[in-house]
């Protein structure tokens, strides 16, 4: 699976919209970008997930580049309870039983 | 949707004792667990992978001995962290794919703290 890359720490403003990007330049045509938030001491939660098309579901919004090397996770509106640890996984088949490797993630802390 | 129920969610044992976690898989069935451990401000580091009806697979440094895997049917896998000491005090979750839309799903995790 391809590595990703995310900023250690983000702000944003209660309210405001949360944009995380993630790099996946080596993500090869079969992998899938997957988002998962974990709350403090919960186990990963499912955000969303896209190949090459936009996506947008009741938790947030999934923004691919053309080339497919970048992207950028939109909380539209974020609340207090978005404080979270967000990873970016570049997954090569959904349904394939592969493991998850977790990178770092970025820590986003929404202050009122 | 798919969940994957996590028990117990906090432990505290003594140092020397055994302790077991369960993951049961309750409207899906689970071929395949992964258990991951977290340490304090880290990310999640997959310690092995287990398997209905065959041996699970470790990750490179996890002692197969002290974190024995049991993955006995389609719906349930256990961890049992054999003779704990202080050091395995970790948060322990288990995930599974879900051979949905939405990949994989995750236990809520269980905190062990052996003192």
């Known amino acids: 699976d391809a590595k990703t890359t995310q900023p250690p720490s983000m702000d944003c403003a209660e309210g405001r919209a949360a944009n995380l990007p993630c790099n996946h330049s080596?993500?090869?045509?079969?992998?899938?970008v997957y988002w998962y938030r974990q709350i403090h001491s919960q186990g990963p939660q499912y955000i969303i997930h896209g190949l090459k098309n936009n996506e947008t579901n009741e938790m947030a919004s999934l923004i691919i580049t053309e080339d497919r090397k970048s992207s950028t996770l939109i909380l539209p509106h974020a609340t207090l309870r978005d404080t979270a640890v967000y990873y970016c996984?570049?997954?090569?088949?959904?349904?394939?039983?592969?493991?998850?490797?977790f990178g770092g993630g970025t820590r986003l802390m929404v202050k009122p | 949707g798919a969940v994957v129920s996590q028990h117990p969610s906090r432990v505290i044992c003594k140092s020397g004792t055994s302790v077991k976690i369960e993951c049961r898989s309750l409207d899906f069935q689970a071929t395949t667990m992964f258990w991951y451990r977290q340490f304090p401000k880290k990310s999640l580091m997959l310690m092995a992978t287990?398997?209905?009806?065959?041996?699970?697979?470790?990750e490179q440094g996890v002692e197969k001995d002290k974190f024995l895997i049991n993955h006995a049917s389609l719906t349930l896998s256990t961890l049992t962290v054999t003779s704990a000491h202080p050091e395995d005090s970790s948060f322990y979750i288990c995930?599974?794919?879900?051979?949905?839309?939405?990949?994989?799903?995750f236990g809520s995790g269980t905190r062990l703290t052996v003192v």
């Open positions: 995930s599974a794919p879900t051979g949905g839309a939405r990949g994989y799903t």
């Open positions: 080596t993500i090869s045509g079969n992998e899938y």
């Open positions: 996984i570049a997954i090569m088949n959904n349904n394939a039983g592969n493991m998850l490797t």
């Open positions: 287990s398997n209905e009806g065959s041996k699970a697979t470790y």
